[in-house]
Nanobody
Framework: QVQLVESGGGLVQPGGSLRLSCAAS????????MGWYRQAPGKQRELVST???????NYADSVKGRFTISRDNAKNTVYLQMNSLKPEDAAVYYC???????????????WGQGTQVSVSS
């Protein structure tokens, strides 16, 4: 019903930047909160940043001041600008969207398939 496709991951040197994108498609009535999560090998998935439909944002302490989340509601797309990347930022990054597929259908969370971010010299 709803698909989320991430892009923009890759290999970058410490101190470098990447911009992730996540586009939602399918049967979408409205998308409320969108967000980015990450999972490093051997660790649990953790929240990186979220953004409400109105643009209010939330960040993990570890990325504050370095990462910026934004969204384009017309395109059902969320972005994550990552600057000053550190080796500890390396992980698979997943986007999540809270979606209503109809006016009287309850909200469900949908996840993307993930995009790898590697930070190494």
């Amino acid at each position: 019903q709803v698909q989320l496709v991430e892009s923009g991951g890759g290999l970058v040197q410490p101190g470098g930047s990447l911009r992730l994108s996540c586009a939602a498609s399918g049967t979408i009535f409205i998308i409320n909160d969108m967000g980015w999560y990450r999972q490093a090998p051997g660790k649990q998935r953790e929240l990186v940043s979220t953004i409400t439909r109105g643009g209010s944002t939330n960040y993990a302490d570890s990325v504050k001041g370095r990462f910026t989340i934004s969204r384009d509601n017309a395109k059902n797309t969320v972005y994550l600008q990552m600057n000053s990347l550190k080796p500890e930022d390396a992980a698979v990054y997943y986007c999540k969207a809270a979606v209503h597929t109809g006016p009287r259908i309850y909200e469900l969370d949908y996840w993307g398939q993930g995009t790898q971010v590697s930070v190494s010299s």
